[in-house]
């Protein structure tokens, strides 16, 4: 894939409200499950499992099996240009509303009360 192209994939990928949170989120704590992303930014778990595939679809997250789990987290290959533009686009929306509030919620998250819980 050219250069150009790569760059229009990771931008689409990244042009999304829910996207760009999921992609915050993991910029902060390495290692999310679905679960715990569900219930810091309140989407639907389909919905956010989609979100997650068009994003490692672009090369910006990976995953990894641990056990009950599959952890998503910002690809180690990623680009540093791409990883710089995701630190401005992060120090620029992190006073925003919802983006202090899922901040907020990370403090907090703990899968195994939460997968207890849903299960």
Known sequence: MSKLKNNVKIIKALADEGR????????????LC?????????LSQPT????????ES??????????????????DD????I???INILYTRAKEDGKVKDDM????DIN????????G
């Open 111 to 118: 899968r195994h009360r939460l997968c207890k819980r849903e």
């Open 58 to 75: 672009a090369g910006v997250v990976e995953s990894e099996k641990d056990g009950l789990w599959v952890n998503y987290r910002l690809s």
């Open 78 to 81: 990623m680009d540093r240009d």
């Open 83 to 85: 990883k710089d533009m």
């Open 20 to 31: 760009m949170r999921i992609v915050f989120l993991l910029y902060l704590k390495k290692g």
């Open 48 to 55: 956010i499992s989609s979100h997650l595939r068009q994003l």
């Open 34 to 42: 679905v679960c715990e992303i569900k219930e810091m930014i309140g």
């Open 104 to 107: 907020d919620k990370i403090k």
